[in-house]
């Protein structure tokens, strides 16, 4: 490091950083001193452990294990007092991008976790799961996790509503062990083919059985999996109205701009949610969201155009369509993503690149494409961003709970229509076979009458009735690099059945769109599996005896 910083110093310096003596360092300070602080450097000729020093460090209370608590000490005053001069003296809101805070949101309906989970930038989500999580318990008032929709429970639907949603959850909860034991008869251990957690060689579940430690590890992965796929079945019951539970880290900037958002929404939960969060980061990182408020603009933007998308569609029919639908895409994909692999390490601009790649002859083509791509060893290996020059436009019709796996996806557009009953649901072909066929139609029929009452007179609010086997349609527009990503992460063997077919079939209409480029996607699975998940599960449960192990 360049500037002069005695012996002393550095041991004043020693709790707030990482490291005091080279040049990329972690800091470990509350995130408004880190915040205001890079803010500071970024205008200043020294670097950021002397700003450090020179402004921060003297400041009195500023010591590492006091900060979380104290937090009226001087230091932070004055990152605050900072924070407010560049905002409103420079307009400068990039300096809340540089601190942030974890939120935790419990107890919170699905309909909520989504609202939540629409922030795509500066958010990072962590979601109760469906898949690990059974659904099947009361609470300590002896109630199955329903969100109360405020509304709803004011209105002469109140009886009903809570009727429906218990019948989906007294189904789902009576039908989950018998279940997992109709899975254990279809799929038994006996029949399964595992890999080696070390090798990978294939072993049938007689090999296995020759070693106690990888027969312990397969039958607590077969069960675990065996579980999971009972819940993965069974989860079409559950309504939007379901109470999960949200972890969230995100930026100052992208909390106050969730807030205003929350605050916007015509959904009274949407609106206190807003509130409950404000409050806590008050007592976090109270400069950077100080300005989150509800939103004229959003919020009578909204409900414009939502009257006139009523007034403009009213009696126009819903025309039916396949699951995956490609409306639109770049028909001179192959030559701008050419041009683009060329651009960093050419000095021609991109207008005259474009016009050499239109001159090749399609082997000079293949050659450029096949040495950007052809050293990709596994799907981590990721492609450049050339990819990111061709783009594709899907409208999709999945039900929700596939989308709310989808929908986690930040690098691209997403834009969701109301949760609905009119698109139809997936029957899951387990359910038919273990003879619930009649039973979920009972449930899917009454759900269904129950929010075409409320949509009736609670528009918005009728979404908290749809159960997760209902279709919904929402549309994605993304680059062929995010694509790639996608395709290969989300058609991987453990990946849920139904989002795996959506996604294959997303990038068949780009093998058949663009069939040169469609080869950057080098780790797509096109396989079917049953009990999917059975391989990652035995990887975990070797890893943790390995950590086991090496703790003894």
Known sequence: MSDKISSEENERLQPFFTNLDRDIFGLKLPQEVAGALFSRYSRSSKGLRQVFLDEFLGQEGLTLPALPAEHDSAAIKKAREFYDRVLIGYGDDSVAQLGGAHIACENISNVAANLLEDSRIGMAPLEKSTRYVRFDKKDANGEYLIFKEPRIMASRHAGEYLSVMNLLFETYAAQLDPMIEFVKKSLPISEMEFRHPKTGEPLNFGEIQKDEALTKWAETAYRSTVRSQACDILRGYLPAATKTNVGLFGTGQAFEYLLMKLYSNPLQEARDLAAAIHRELDGLIPSFVKRARASAFLAETQAAIRKVSYQKLAGTSIEKTNAVTLIDYDAEAEEKTLAAILYPHARQPLIQLLQVIHEMTPPEREE????????????????????????????????????????????????????????????????????????????????????????????QEAQYVVPFAYRIRWYMKLNLREAVHIGELRTMPQGHPDYRSIVQEMWRKIQETHPTLAVCARFIDWKTYHLGRLQSEMRTEFKKATLEKGQA
């Open 368 to 459: 450029i494409f096949s040495e950007y791509l052809k050293r990709r060893k596994t799907r981590r290996d990721k492609p450049g961003r050339a990819l990111e020059q061709v783009y594709y436009t899907f409208d999709v019709l999945g039900n929700l709970g596939l989308y709310r796996d989808l929908h986690r996806h930040r690098i691209l557009t997403q834009e969701r229509q109301d949760f609905t009953v009119v698109h139809g649901y997936d029957t899951p072909s387990e359910i038919i076979e273990a003879g619930y066929r009649s039973d979920f139609d009972r449930c899917m029929g009454e759900a269904a009458g129950l929010y075409e009452k409320i949509e009736r007179d609670l528009p």
